[in-house]
């Protein structure tokens, strides 16, 4: 099974501030067709997770564009150009390579 | 618009079962995979399988004889079915939808609200 990890665990943004997580996969999410098979979840606070990025790069449907997500192979990162005070709660990476998907253990973000 | 709505709170004691309905709405069926997500208490988030659109089921190993996922088209709902609760078996269950509707996808794009099943005695 592929192992996610994350780092940090726990970020404080000042708002208007940028905010960067990081995500590794213990095998390559890059298949042969070209797509990194790498997605990110936000959980914001005492709701379901939510699709903010899938394919690595590409936003969900109305997801603001001040989140972006890039890398390949085996390293990824997920970038909020600017913090804003709804953007609290708990991200997480998960790959959509192969059977059994996994989640990363999540970073949980505040606002100082 | 898409939407899963989940059967409410459980309160089981160890031993018992507890069936989960999951009831979709705003697209076609039979053409989308739903899963099944599992979130103890404080905790990250945990895949426990797939029901297919043709009947067909896969789930992780850790759930193999545990679980049974089934889907009624007719009323366009999916079931997760768990037995021998334990206590470690509290958590929020939610399903969600994948995004493509065809072949293999593990992108959740839609999810319902959660179920919480409580195991105490």
């Known amino acids: 099974d592929i192992v996610m990890t994350q780092s940090p665990l726990s970020l404080a943004v000042t708002p208007g501030e940028p905010a960067s997580i990081s995500c590794r996969s213990s095998?390559?999410?890059?298949?042969?067709?070209?797509?990194?098979?790498l997605n990110w979840y936000l959980q914001k606070p005492g709701q379901s997770p939510h699709l903010l990025i899938y394919l690595g790069s590409n936003r969900a449907s109305g997801v603001p564009a001040r989140f972006s997500g890039s890398g390949s192979g085996t390293d990824f990162t997920l970038k909020i150009s600017s913090v804003e005070a709804e953007d609290v709660g708990v991200y997480y990476c998960m790959q959509a390579l192969q059977s059994p998907p996994s989640f990363g253990p999540g970073t949980k973000v505040d606002i100082k | 618009q898409v939407q899963l709505v989940q059967s409410g709170a459980e309160v089981k004691k160890p031993g018992a079962s507890v069936k989960v309905s999951c009831k979709a709405s705003g697209y076609p069926f039979i053409n989308y995979s739903l899963v099944w997500v599992r979130q103890a208490p404080g905790q990250g988030l945990e895949w426990m399988g797939i029901s297919n659109p043709n009947g067909g089921t896969s789930y992780a190993q850790k759930w193999q004889g545990r679980v049974t996922m089934t889907r009624d088209t007719s009323t366009r709902t999916v079931y997760m079915d768990m037995n021998s609760l334990r206590s470690e078996d509290t958590a929020v269950y939610y399903c969600?939808?994948?995004?493509?509707?065809?072949?293999?996808?593990?992108?959740?794009?839609?999810w319902g609200q959660g179920t919480l099943v409580t195991v105490s005695s």
């Open positions: 095998q390559s999410l890059l298949n042969s067709n070209g797509y990194n098979y």
């Open positions: 969600a939808r994948v995004k493509r509707n065809l072949g293999t996808d593990f992108t959740f794009e839609y």
